[in-house]
Nanobody, 124 residues
Framework: QVQLAESGGGSVQSGGSLRLSCVRTGYYYKMIYMGWFRQAPGKEREGIAAINSDGTPTYADSVKGRFTVSQDNARNTLYLQMNNLKPEDTAMYYC??????????????????WGQGTQVTVST
């Protein structure tokens, strides 16, 4: 079973930066692809970033050029560096994992594994 725990959320002004971290623990016998989803008030959860086994990232158009996903395999930690934050980035951010790359990246369905979420609030 895989457990995910996020940290690093908070409140910032528009144009500010935050870095989210996600520590992965537990064991799964197959490859787990890691990514980030978010859910804004009144909206569905959406995949915004993921990283492939070879370190190749993918991003939703809404965050491309502003967010960077990375991982430290030695520490089993996934990161999301968020720059030039906008009020529309306000949401609960979730670290996710799934055996399917398409699912983890937000292209198809919802991942099997979720962290508890960390709130990001961006004010004008």
């Amino acid at each position: 079973q895989v457990q995910l725990a996020e940290s690093g959320g908070g409140s910032v002004q528009s144009g500010g930066s935050l870095r989210l971290s996600c520590v992965r623990t537990g064991y799964y016998y197959k490859m787990i692809y890691m990514g980030w989803f978010r859910q804004a008030p009144g909206k569905e959860r959406e995949g915004i970033a993921a990283i492939n086994s070879d370190g190749t990232p993918t991003y939703a158009d809404s965050v491309k050029g502003r967010f960077t996903v990375s991982q430290d395999n030695a520490r089993n930690t996934l990161y999301l560096q968020m720059n030039n934050l906008k009020p529309e980035d306000t949401a609960m951010y979730y670290c996710v994992g799934d055996k399917s790359w398409e699912v983890a990246s937000g292209a198809d369905g919802y991942p099997d594994y979720w962290g508890q979420g960390t709130q990001v609030t961006v004010s004008t």
